[in-house]
């Protein structure tokens, strides 16, 4: 497969194209590189809002998916899958390290029942329902991915792995959903 101008392939011919990635084969590299990095540099710049920063991510994640490219199984996820993905934790790391705090919200950070002894948290139920319909009240506002699990977590109070298999999702998946919905929950009830 050579291409003379970089074009969509099949999900089987980018499989078939990162098995000679992961075989050190150049040009194969090179036909990826040609097709993703002008869709990188888009997907890039939405997280980073600054040209040269997403330059930087996309090139950063070039070099991700050679270095590691024996990691991918296409069997999992689609490459294009696998790489965005790589794309937006590189971006996340980067805004982490600039924010100079952690991206990660933990669920206490909206739902606080840490701050006393559990055989006293029956004595706090009311807070923790004001809080529950706190969230209720802005669980509209989050994509409907976000919202149900949400709902699953925090309201039904499942297990993660059980929302997973709910979902039909991987157990990352879940924990990423409500990591995003977290912190626009807490953003949300900041700004009341």
Not at 33 to 60: C, D, S, W
Not at 69 to 80: P, Q, V
Not at 99 to 123: M, N, Q, R, S
Request: aromatic letters at 10%; hydrophobic letters at 40%; proline letters at 5%.
């Amino acid at each position: 497969m050579t291409l003379d101008s970089p074009q969509a392939l099949s999900k089987q011919e980018w499989a078939e194209c990162m098995e000679r990635v992961k075989q050190r084969d150049k040009s194969a590299f090179a036909n990826l590189f040609n097709y993703f990095t002008p869709r990188l540099k888009q997907f890039t710049y939405k997280h980073m809002g600054n040209e040269q920063v997403a330059i930087e991510m996309v090139q950063e994640t070039m070099a991700t998916v050679w270095q590691k490219a024996h990691l991918f199984d296409g069997s999992k996820s689609s490459l294009s899958t696998w790489i965005y993905t790589i794309a937006r934790n590189l971006c996340f790391d980067m805004l982490r390290k600039q924010k100079g705090k952690e991206l990660h919200v933990h669920a206490d950070d909206i739902w606080p029942t840490d701050y006393c002894p559990p055989d006293f948290v029956e004595h706090y139920s009311p807070e923790t329902d004001r809080l529950k319909e706190q969230i209720i009240k802005f669980l509209d506002e989050l994509p409907k991915a976000q919202r149900e699990v949400v709902r699953a977590v925090y309201l039904e109070e499942l297990p993660h792995q059980q929302v997973a298999e709910m979902f039909n999702i991987p157990l990352g998946t879940v924990k990423s959903r409500l990591r995003l919905a977290v912190e626009k929950l807490r953003h949300s009830m900041e700004a009341i």
